[in-house]
Nanobody, 120 residues
Framework: VQLVESGGGSVQAGDSLRLSCAASGYVYRTYCMAWFRQAPGKEREWVAR???????YYADSVKGRFTISQDNAKNTRYLQITRTKPEDTAMYYC???????????????WGQGTQVAVSS
């Protein structure tokens, strides 16, 4: 199983960016996919997830600013980040697993990560 991430970068606070996570067709159709982030010296934090029925959940810290979208033809899901804040600075990971949860230990597959840096 391969999850390929892209889309990170350096932005100014208030800017937007979109992270991508491409998966195999089977994973895309049957697994829960989620995004986590990890800032230096901090634990990995769940930010958003989408289940195979396309129901989305967001952490309170990002609700209203982060949105998951998807392109079924490309087996790709996106995490749109708007009104970025310096505290959004982290390595962002997409993950896939059979259980749709906010616990990173329960996800089976991980992307390579993409760095987001937000300056004030």
């Amino acid at each position: 199983v391969q999850l390929v991430e892209s889309g990170g970068g350096s932005v100014q606070a208030g800017d937007s960016l979109r992270l991508s996570c491409a998966a195999s067709g089977y994973v895309y159709r049957t697994y829960c996919m989620a995004w986590f982030r990890q800032a230096p010296g901090k634990e990995r934090e769940w930010v958003a997830r989408i289940n195979p029925d396309s129901i989305r959940y967001y952490a309170d810290s990002v609700k209203g600013r982060f949105t998951i979208s998807q392109d079924n033809a490309k087996n790709t899901r996106y995490l749109q980040i708007t009104r970025t804040k310096p505290e959004d600075t982290a390595m962002y990971y997409c993950a896939a697993g059979g259980l749709c949860t906010s616990n990173p230990a329960l996800f089976d597959y991980w992307g390579q990560g993409t760095q987001v840096a937000v300056s004030s």
